[in-house]
């Protein structure tokens, strides 16, 4: 049995190892989705004690929700899955915009709960900061619908440090979601003291950095999907950092293990992050994220993986 770990100071108590749900009916983001690979992916991670699935409204847009939603109903048994999902997003005839007033909040949590056929989702996320509306305001319309039963927990995603310190102004974040990987650790200077002293938990997205820290790629990899606009794809950068993961790559032989779980068991040694939400394409893939739990690090490790990726 997984031991079920509590999201800093949450009642969620979920498997450190979620499961990001950007490639379940993602078709704004991958090409060529195949929706009942999508579902089967679901099942097979709450079959496995993959409890926590991460979405969002922009994933299809809309359709990761839903999809996750006719799941949940086909199996009926809610409790067994721990929803996160996030909205900001105004799709417009121009492009996107992001929204993060009480009324658009509001509007954007009912819709979620109907595409997700639930009565309540247990941590929803603005998942970007618009340009107007004041952060604990914001944050006050999250905590009225957490009074309403209509969600849980309250997080916030890719805010910045100041505001994240305005949303948090009354206490009322839970979690905070922001790129970090090895490649990029910016969120260790500023965010992490914060989040510790507030004991808000810290849900990484990109762990992974798109497949870059798996150790599949060589130097004459080709990409033509989101990681093409990514930093750590751009060449030169892309050659340095396969360097850096070459230098780990023994440590993970040495236990028999893939670099990918070596990765990902490094970032549950940090302390300000519980669980983390790797992403896959199949089912299989759902599965072999779990193997992260078996990878016991070292002190010696864990300080070998922090000083080749220092930055």
Do not use: C
Not at 81 to 110: M, Q
Not at 135 to 155: C, P, Q
Not at 211 to 221: E, F, I, P, Q, R
């Amino acid at each position: 049995m997984t031991k079920l770990v509590q999201i800093g100071k949450t009642d969620l108590r979920v498997n450190p190892i979620g499961f990001g749900a950007n490639a379940v009916g993602g078709h704004n983001l991958y090409p060529n989705l195949d929706e009942e690979a999508g579902r089967d992916m679901v099942r097979a991670a709450l079959n496995h004690g993959v409890n926590f699935l991460d979405t969002a409204f922009i994933y299809g847009p809309k359709r990761s929700e839903e999809l996750i939603g006719e799941v949940l109903k086909e199996r009926g048994n809610r409790s067994e899955a721990v929803i996160a999902t996030k909205a900001a997003h105004v799709l417009t005839d121009d492009g996107e915009k992001f929204d993060n007033s009480p009324a658009f909040l509001k509007n954007a949590v009912d819709e979620a709960l109907g595409r997700l056929q639930t009565d309540y989702i247990d941590l929803f996320y603005i998942h970007f900061p618009d340009e107007q509306t004041p952060k604990d305001e914001a944050v006050g319309a999250l905590k009225e619908l957490k009074d309403a039963g209509k969600i849980r927990h309250i997080g916030v995603s890719n805010f910045s440090h100041d505001q994240l310190k305005e949303a948090n102004k009354d206490g009322y974040v839970d979690v905070f979601q922001g790129e970090y990987n090895l490649l990029a650790r910016d969120a260790e200077k500023e965010l992490f003291p914060y989040l510790a002293g507030k004991n808000i938990s810290f849900v990484p997205y990109f762990p992974l950095a798109s497949g870059l820290l798996t150790g599949k790629y060589d130097k004459n990899a080709t990409f033509d999907d989101l990681r093409n606009g990514l930093p750590y794809f751009q060449k030169g950068a892309f050659e340095a950092n396969l360097e850096k993961v070459d230098q780990i790559r023994p440590i993970a032989e040495s236990k028999g293990v893939e670099l990918a779980h070596l990765v990902l068991a490094w970032y549950l040694t940090r302390d300000a992050i519980d669980v983390i939400i790797p992403g896959a394409k199949r089912s299989e893939q759902v599965l072999n994220n779990v193997k992260t739990l078996d990878v016991q690090l070292t002190q010696e490790e864990i300080s070998k993986i922090d000083q080749v990726f220092q930055q």
